[in-house]
């Protein structure tokens, strides 16, 4: 890390050691994380590769973290890029990375997804939390913030898929990724909140063969059949 690296990360309020920089799918796409925080993986990846972004785009991200989908899809010419992050260190890292990389007008906003009152986006995506919460409030009130990241203290799948349509204009995209074991529930939200799903991928363990992922795209008001991508093969 250079020296002018370290002194934007302290005048932004963030620890030097406790951040890495790192690539995005395309080596000159830089992001900053926080080891100790979530970092993109896989999942992230996966669901950047399948969003469609075209130019003037309007685009917001529900639970952005560090922003790295939003910095990757810049790339694509939208008019505005905005990352929805209820948690303010991971927020923080967001607003940097998109003001050091980003060219088109963006915002991060800090606070929940209902309470943010901005709609008529061109896409929505979203790589929530998976795992639904334990009955086992010592285990939900000690939460670290990678944790967070997996558990669904702070937006379940069903809310997600609410509040995406909430955002979205008719015939906005809308795309997200969840567990495999949780596709009926997907369908069932989706037809639930006026969503057509337009495009369905799923992501296998080479290793193993067990599907680890689903990606969708679906359409707000749409009159669409799905198309069934090529599934992905990871490791």
């Known amino acids: ?46 669901l950047a590769k399948l969003c469609r972004v075209y130019p003037h785009d309007q685009v917001c991200e529900i639970g952005t973290n560090n922003g790295a989908l939003l910095v990757y899809l810049d790339r694509f010419k939208p008019d505005y890029l905005c990352g929805i992050e209820i948690l303010e260190e991971p927020a923080k890292l967001a607003r940097l990375n998109l003001d050091r990389s980003v060219s088109c007008e963006h915002e991060i906003f800090v606070g929940s997804v209902e309470s943010f009152r901005q709609t008529q986006f061109d896409l929505v995506l979203c790589n929530p939390p998976y795992f639904e919460l334990p009955e086992d409030q010592n285990f939900v009130s000690t939460l670290s913030l990678r944790q967070q990241a997996r558990f669904e203290k702070n937006l379940d799948l069903k809310t997600m898929i609410a509040q995406a349509s909430r955002l979205l204009r008719s015939n906005g995209r809308f795309c997200f990724v969840h567990r495999p074991d949780r596709i009926a529930e997907a369908f069932v939200e989706l037809n639930a909140a006026n969503f ?40």
Request: proline share 5%; aromatic share 6%.
């Open 196 to 235: 057509a799903v337009s495009r369905l991928q799923i992501a296998y363990d080479r290793r193993d063969g067990q599907a680890k992922a689903i990606l969708m795209e679906a359409i707000k008001e749409g009159n669409c059949r799905p198309q069934i991508l090529e599934p992905i093969f990871r490791g």
């Open 1 to 46: 890390m250079t020296n002018e690296l370290e002194t934007l990360l302290i005048e932004n309020g963030l620890d030097p050691d406790k951040i890495r920089e790192d690539y995005f799918i395309d080596p000159e796409c830089r992001i900053l994380q926080n080891k100790k925080h979530f970092c993109f993986n896989s999942d992230s990846t996966d």
